[in-house]
């Protein structure tokens, strides 16, 4: 009798060892899916804000290239004048001599130069174009890689939920870690 009472209190005592770590397994794996949905949430905001500057960035590019544009056509319109111009001064030259021949010098130096002044703008906004161009790309590429650590992390959580092993615990666990020589 006094044998049956000591091997039931050695169950119970076993039982109550075992309770007690399922608890504490418990608790950790609670933790754990607690930082996990803080960090979730933690890149979900990063995403927001590289989605917010990716839209800034291409609303940037979208004015810069109707700066450019905008350029460009004044650029094509100030020598299209140039090509009037020359053509009027043949013309002139052609039926008149010389007479206000530099009236229509000054005209034309004043268009040549606005037709440089215009190149030059297109120039100066050719690397700003390139550059915002360059921007966007690169935020597209860091949000892909923050929605991929989401991935891995959901992965992480469900394999958590499901068979209580933590990624560090199956790396850790010789009997499990099949990718590593024994």
Same mark, same amino acid.
């Given at each position: /009798?006094?044998?049956?009472?000591?091997?039931?209190?050695?169950?119970? =005592?076993?039982?109550?060892?075992?309770?007690?770590?399922?608890?504490?397994?418990?608790?950790?794996? +609670?933790?754990?899916?607690?930082?996990?949905?803080?960090? &979730?949430? @933690?890149?979900? =905001?990063? &995403?927001?804000?590289?989605?917010?500057?990716? !839209?800034?960035?291409? !609303?940037?590019?979208?004015?810069?290239? #109707?700066?450019?544009?905008?350029?460009?056509? @004044?650029?094509?319109?100030?020598?299209?004048?140039?090509?009037?111009?020359?053509?009027?001064?043949?013309?002139?030259?052609?039926?008149?001599?010389?007479?206000?021949?530099?009236?229509? #010098? !000054?005209? /034309?130096?004043? &268009?040549? @130069?606005?037709?440089?002044?215009? #190149?030059?703008?297109? =120039?100066?906004?050719?690397?700003?174009?390139?550059?915002?161009?360059?921007?966007? #790309?690169?935020?597209?590429?860091?949000?892909?890689?923050?929605?991929?650590? &989401?991935?891995? /992390?959901?992965?992480?959580?469900?394999?958590?939920?499901? !068979?209580?092993? +933590?990624? /560090?615990?199956?790396?850790?666990?010789? @009997?499990?870690?099949?990718?590593?020589?024994?």
């Amino acid at each position: /009798m006094l044998r049956k009472k000591e091997e039931k209190f050695a169950e119970d =005592q076993e039982a109550t060892k075992r309770k007690r770590k399922l608890e504490e397994r418990k608790t950790k794996i +609670t933790k754990d899916e607690i930082k996990l949905g803080e960090l &979730i949430a @933690s890149l979900h =905001q990063k &995403i927001k804000t590289k989605d917010a500057e990716k !839209s800034r960035l291409y !609303s940037h590019a979208s004015e810069e290239e #109707a700066k450019l544009n905008e350029t460009l056509t @004044s650029f094509l319109n100030d020598a299209k004048n140039l090509r009037d111009a020359t053509k009027l001064t043949e013309e002139y030259t052609r039926n008149n001599g010389g007479d206000g021949l530099d009236r229509i #010098a !000054s005209e /034309m130096s004043k &268009i040549v @130069s606005a037709t440089k002044t215009k #190149a030059k703008e297109l =120039q100066a906004v050719q690397p700003k174009l390139e550059n915002v161009a360059k921007a966007v #790309a690169d935020q597209e590429r860091h949000r892909q890689l923050l929605l991929m650590n &989401i991935d891995l /992390m959901k992965g992480e959580e469900r394999m958590v939920r499901t !068979s209580g092993w +933590t990624v /560090m615990n199956f790396l850790a666990s010789p @009997s499990q870690n099949f990718f590593l020589p024994r």
